[in-house]
């Protein structure tokens, strides 16, 4: 007796249909990229909307507090940032003077603004 076995595909079948999925792809990147040309930008407002924001570098503070050994600087972050509406220049400008870290590093953490932060804190 006989099993019934059915071909598998070869490599011939699977790669004459990449061609399909491959092709979509191509027509959605073409099709974002119009779309993203019809956008306008207020980069009025975008700026505005970081200056208004200075708890966006928060997290870069902390991640250099971490480089340089800094005793919980998550913990000191929290202080300066929780329960508050809104954190402004002063206010990080004012932490950044109250740490304990050397001249070359408090120059670093004041270098980092809203509008130049973008994920990556600076290995400076």
Same mark, same amino acid.
């Given at each position: 007796? @006989?099993? @019934?076995?059915?071909?598998?595909?070869?490599?011939?079948?699977?790669?004459?249909?990449?061609?399909?999925?491959?092709?979509?792809?191509?027509?959605?990147?073409?099709?974002?990229?119009?779309?993203?040309?019809?956008? %306008?930008?207020?980069?009025?407002?975008?700026?505005?909307? %970081?200056?208004?924001?200075?708890?966006?570098?928060?997290?870069? /503070?902390?991640?250099?507090? *971490? *480089?340089?050994? @800094?005793?919980?600087?998550?913990?000191? %972050?929290?202080? %300066?940032? *929780?329960?508050?509406?809104?954190?402004?220049?002063?206010?990080?400008?004012?932490?950044?003077?109250?740490?304990?870290?050397?001249?070359?590093? *408090?120059?670093?953490?004041?270098? /980092?603004?809203?509008?130049? @932060?973008?994920? /990556?804190?600076?290995?400076?």
């Amino acid at each position: 007796m @006989y099993a @019934y076995k059915p071909a598998e595909p070869t490599d011939s079948t699977v790669l004459r249909n990449l061609g399909v999925p491959v092709a979509h792809t191509l027509i959605a990147f073409k099709s974002m990229e119009k779309g993203l040309d019809k956008l %306008l930008l207020n980069e009025a407002k975008i700026k505005e909307d %970081l200056d208004n924001n200075w708890a966006v570098v928060a997290e870069a /503070i902390q991640t250099i507090l *971490r *480089r340089e050994n @800094y005793p919980e600087p998550y913990e000191a %972050l929290k202080a %300066l940032t *929780r329960g508050k509406t809104s954190i402004t220049k002063e206010d990080i400008q004012q932490f950044i003077n109250g740490l304990k870290v050397s001249p070359a590093v *408090r120059k670093s953490l004041k270098q /980092i603004t809203p509008a130049n @932060y973008t994920g /990556i804190a600076p290995a400076y």
